[in-house]
């Protein structure tokens, strides 16, 4: 099965010709600066090879902005390294990438065209972390209030190692630093980024080789982030995050059907349906949330956790925002066997995440930024681009994402996944949401059915097997 791609990509342009652009084929215009000798060899992207192992990449973000901004202080501190690899800082920065995915959530809206929202907290977390290695003063103060370093003392040790853990569990994190020939950063800002980040630097020379590099780090997953470049464009960060995962325990292809998903109380969609009569799942009904909470199991050190209201009302957006990773986990009974009905799909998202960060407080960083620990002279933060590819079927899940409506015997629980749902994938080590998202249609590009169209239903159209009703969990009202 295919998992979760995503690529983050931050540009640092020069203020000036904002606007401008560079197409495809076109040439990247030179740079009006001094040219400096490089401290040490800066590869050409076109003979480079990805530090990672070839693998599917789950979703993917891009960040355009300018070069500017300066290491923090904490990591002069040798200090960090020890308390980076503590216990307390690996839950810290679970819980900060947690709050900042689902600060996104909250404020990314949904449209007929792309009614789903597949984010990487991880990849989005990795891209602003590493703008904040070359960001001073205010702005530097500002990144790092909204990454919550607050709770952590050694940030950015912190994150290197739990992106160390990630990387040896089925993840594949690719970063790098694309430079306009002719520009040359800060050596102090290249050799932190490669460091704590593994984030090595390129030599620029056409679109092509981005969307090259993109694809070859997504194993060809996603082919083309961008279509054009900032004419004035100075330095990129970009980075890659893929998982490719399989379910402890496999569906079989054999009991794939023809079902629904209901998007509201009026509209359904048909979508292949995955059943497993056996399927070992963690499941239980949070009252509080008034959801149902399920933990699907990959092979490996990972889960894909799924949390859908009871009642079918809840707003998933509103939800997202009340939950708590590590909570839901201490509750999680354990794994049993469950009848299990769960869809199919194939989801792309793409999304220009400015608007959400001016809106979360970061407008700064696009209007005024002090990235001086980046390069001297006026740079700007242009765009930032999160694009993401996901996919579940029998052998497991990219980015996977469910919604599921719970029916059961007291005897034999049965979960259906067949409404809007929120979903995380989880590294059960550092409860690291590596992808969270709100699937609200599973299968976009079907015509949308009435209700009650097929089969039994109840007084609002949900099918109703009265032999699965019981003290587990109701039908959605």
């Not at 003063?137 to 853990?165: A, F, G, Q, R």
């Not at 900032?230 to 379910?247: C, S, T, V, Y």
Request: glycine fraction near 6%; proline fraction near 6%; charge should be negative.
């Amino acid at each position: 099965m295919d998992l979760c791609l995503t690529l983050l990509l931050i540009f640092f342009c020069s203020q000036g010709v904002a606007n401008a652009e560079v197409a495809e084929g076109e040439s990247i215009p030179s740079v009006p600066l001094i040219p400096l000798l490089p401290s040490h060899p800066i590869e050409n992207v076109e003979t480079e090879t990805t530090a990672q192992p070839e693998t599917h990449i789950p979703e993917t973000t891009a960040i355009v902005g300018r070069p500017n901004g300066g290491s923090s202080e904490e990591e002069q501190d040798e200090g960090c390294l020890s308390a980076g690899r503590s216990r307390r800082s690996r839950n810290a920065i679970a819980a900060a990438i947690q709050k900042l995915g689902v600060q996104l959530l909250q404020n990314l809206e949904t449209t007929q065209e792309q009614p789903n929202i597949i984010i990487s907290p991880v990849s989005i977390s990795l891209a602003l972390s590493q703008l904040a290695l070359g960001a001073v003063n205010e702005t530097e103060e500002l990144l790092m209030h909204h990454l919550h370093d607050n709770i952590l003392p050694c940030y950015h040790e912190s994150l290197h190692n739990v992106l160390k853990h990630l990387r040896n569990n089925d993840l594949q994190i690719a970063t790098r630093i694309f430079l306009r020939q002719g520009f040359e950063p800060k050596q102090d800002f290249i050799h932190e980024s490669q460091r704590l980040y593994e984030s090595e630097p390129a030599v620029l020379e056409s679109l092509q080789q981005i969307n090259d590099w993109v694809e070859k780090a997504t194993q060809g997953k996603i082919t083309e982030i961008l279509s054009s470049l900032p004419a004035n464009l100075l330095l990129m960060l970009i980075n890659a995050i893929h998982f490719k995962g399989e379910w402890k325990s496999r569906f079989d292809p054999r009991f794939t059907s023809r079902g629904v998903f209901y998007l509201d109380d009026k509209h359904m969609v048909d979508v292949d349906v995955m059943e497993d009569a056996k399927h070992p799942l963690s499941l239980f009904i949070d009252r509080e949330l008034e959801a149902q909470v399920a933990s699907f199991p990959f092979q490996k050190s990972l889960s894909f956790l799924v949390v859908m209201p009871v009642s079918g009302q809840v707003n998933v957006s509103s939800l997202s925002a009340k939950l708590n990773i590590s909570d839901l986990y201490d509750r999680l009974p354990k794994e049993r066997a469950v009848q299990v009905k769960v869809p199919k799909f194939k989801l792309e998202y793409a999304q220009e995440l400015q608007e959400v960060f001016t809106k979360l407080g970061l407008g700064e960083v696009f209007s005024n930024p002090n990235l001086a620990e980046i390069a001297d002279g006026p740079l700007l933060v242009s765009s930032v681009m999160h694009k993401s590819s996901m996919e579940i079927n029998e052998e497991g899940a990219e980015a996977a994402a469910t919604t599921a409506v719970i029916i059961s015997r007291a005897s034999n629980p049965v979960f259906h996944l067949s409404q809007p749902f929120f979903f995380a994938i989880v590294d059960d080590m550092s409860l690291v949401p590596i992808f969270m998202g709100i699937i609200n249609n599973p299968n976009p590009g079907a015509p949308i059915l009435q209700r009650g169209e097929h089969g039994s239903n109840d007084k609002t159209g949900f099918p109703l097997d009265k032999n699965h009703v019981g003290s587990f969990g109701v039908p959605p009202k």
